[in-house]
């Protein structure tokens, strides 16, 4: 299992790379239409939908590094 927690740090690690040069290489106008395109689709629910999906994306996260922590020692 440490060999799994390792390649999901790993796998995490990239990815965040990855999304921090991706916002560095688009324009300005490029945020402002992805910024623009979000905001309008996060219009079609209601703000408690809205939390309560953000309430359990965040704990599912949490749930597996909990898990892989486990079973890495």
């Known amino acids: ?3 799994e927690y390792r390649e999901y740090l ?6 965040n ?8 290489n688009r324009s300005a106008g490029q945020n ?5 395109t979000l905001y309008d689709l996060g219009r079609y629910f ?3 939908q809205k939390n309560r999906s953000h ?13 892989l922590r486990k079973g890495a020692k």
């Open 1 to 3: 299992m440490k060999s």
């Open 10 to 15: 790993q796998k995490i690690t990239a990815f």
């Open 17 to 24: 790379r990855w999304e921090s040069m991706d916002h560095r």
């Open 32 to 36: 402002l239409e992805q910024f623009v």
């Open 46 to 48: 209601s703000d408690d």
């Open 55 to 67: 309430r359990e994306h965040l704990n599912r996260l949490i749930e597996v590094q909990e898990q």
